[in-house]
T-cell receptor, first 111, second 118 residues
Framework: GQQLNQSPQSMFIQEGEDVSMNCTSS?????WLWYKQDPGEGPVLLIA?????ELTSNGRLTAQFGITRKDSFLNISASIPSDVGIYFC???????????FGAGTILRVKS | GAGVSQSPRYKVAKRGQDVALRCDPI?????LFWYQQALGQGPEFLTY????????KSGLPSDRFFAERPEGSVSTLKIQRTQQEDSAVYLCASSLFIMGTAKNTEAFFGQGTRLTVV
């Protein structure tokens, strides 16, 4: 089963609002990734983080790799209707290259 | 094609039937992953290939699940004697690299095959 705790489970926000979601783990990961999945599609990579403390932006998206290596957050600023979808965090341990995913955050935007 | 291609997109199987799901990775990609995504959940790792070698099959839920990549390109995930709990989306991902070290080295996912066992 999932080993990453992702919250919130869902969000229904007004267009233009900022969004924040996070992921925590009881164990250390050396890579954190954030994906977006639209209905009927595979996950698409948004941001990748490789160093503890790293803060990375991709347009209106900003993500941080927690200093303890056990957590990460994703912020979306000034949300727009096309931000609707399911956002997943994923972690990769030091040895091995498979990903462990969170259960996802469903984002809905009211225009 | 430009991306990871999976077929069929949808498969309905009667309980007890065997199924085969195909993944065509991006040409030249070394790493290939299979993940299982149950409804309302994140993907869960099934197995990993580096070229034709299956290096990790720790996520396969039972011996009814079998994956192969005989020539290091196309991969097939086979499920024998399907059961209702096998109903899920099966995602394939491929990467040119063995390990991701930057965003552009991470794996690309296909659209998945939605398997429904009735």
């Amino acid at each position: 089963g999932q080993q990453l705790n992702q919250s919130p489970q869902s969000m229904f926000i007004q267009e233009g609002e900022d969004v924040s979601m996070n992921c925590t783990s009881s164990s250390i990961f050396n890579t954190w990734l954030w994906y977006k999945q639209d209905p009927g599609e595979g996950p698409v990579l948004l941001i990748a983080l490789y160093k503890a403390g790293e803060l990375t932006s991709n347009g209106r998206l900003t993500a941080q790799f927690g200093i303890t290596r056990k957590d990460s957050f994703l912020n979306i600023s000034a949300s727009i209707p096309s931000d609707v979808g399911i956002y997943f965090c994923a972690g990769r341990r030091e040895y091995g290259n498979k990903l462990v995913f969170g259960a996802g955050t469903i984002l809905r935007v009211k225009s | 094609g430009a991306g990871v291609s999976q077929s069929p997109r949808y498969k309905v199987a009667k309980r007890g039937q065997d199924v085969a799901l195909r993944c065509d990775p991006i040409s030249g990609h070394v790493s290939l992953f299979w993940y299982q995504q149950a409804l309302g959940q994140g993907p869960e790792f099934l197995t990993y290939f580096q070229n034709e070698a299956q290096l990790d099959k720790s996520g396969l839920p039972s011996d009814r699940f079998f994956a192969e990549r005989p020539e290091g390109s196309v991969s097939t995930l086979k499920i024998q004697r399907t059961q209702q709990e096998d109903s899920a989306v099966y995602l394939c991902a491929s990467s040119l690299f063995i390990m991701g070290t930057a965003k552009n080295t991470e794996a690309f996912f296909g659209q998945g095959t939605r398997l429904t066992v009735v």
